[in-house]
Antibody, heavy 121, light 108 residues
């Protein structure tokens, strides 16, 4: 079965960076994109960016364009997300999610368990 | 960018039907997907392409989409259906998902 297993919770100080990994299994890693979505406590889902592991192509939400990097490692079927210059409002649960493709649309059919990132001095 | 509007909350009695709406400009021309998120858990896809169900999702979940409103329909609601529900479309121009604000379903 398809699994996405994320790295564990972390605490960072303001101004620092965080890297979250997402190890996938149960499907062809290079055939489907991996998206990153976050959820601030008590709020909704916010898309951050995505990577196509087949060619490394990335797309970022404009809000995070300058401080987010999403990568993929085909040798380990792992996607990663690094967010820099953290502020307290980056405290959130970060999810990776596998995309599936339709006609002129895509959806997120499998999700990681989430990684809590706390930004606090 | 494209905006999706959901009611913050919907309440329903056990055994009844719940309808959760997702509004957007001419959303009927797009495909809408729905996720269920229980407290402390990751979202789970329950409906895709307006009305299709992933394997393992109960047939009590269905969807419709027309005009400016898409609807998630849950029949014979159970206490275990209590969760937040999010609609999503794919923004073709900027090539990324757009989520609604979420609806909290309460089973009274």
């Amino acid at each position: 079965q398809i699994q996405l297993v994320q790295s564990g919770a972390v605490v960072r100080k303001p101004g620092a960076s965080v890297k979250v990994s997402c190890k996938t299994s149960g499907y062809s890693f290079t055939a489907y994109g991996v998206n990153w979505v976050r959820q601030v406590p008590g709020q909704g889902l916010e898309w951050l960016g995505r990577v196509n592991p087949y060619n490394g192509y990335t797309v970022y939400a404009q809000k995070f364009q300058d401080r987010l990097t999403v990568t993929s490692d085909t040798s380990t079927s792992t996607a990663s997300m690094e967010l820099r210059s953290l502020g307290p409002d980056d405290t959130a649960v970060y999810y990776c999610a596998k995309v599936d493709y339709g006609d002129y649309t895509n959806w997120l059919d499998s999700w990681g368990q989430g990684t809590l990132v706390i930004v606090s001095s | 960018s494209y905006a999706l509007t959901q009611p913050p909350s919907v309440s329903v009695a056990p055994g009844q039907m719940a309808k959760i709406t997702c509004g957007g400009d001419n959303i009927g021309s797009k495909s809408v997907h729905w996720y269920q998120q229980k407290p402390g858990q990751a979202p789970v896809l329950v409906v895709y392409d307006d009305s299709d169900r992933p394997s393992g999702i109960s047939d009590r979940f269905s969807g419709s989409n027309s005009g400016n409103t898409a609807t998630l329909i849950i029949t014979r609601v159970e206490v275990g259906d209590e969760a937040d529900y999010y609609c999503q479309v794919w923004e073709i121009n900027s090539d990324h998902p757009v989520f609604g604000g979420g609806t909290q379903l309460t089973v009274l």
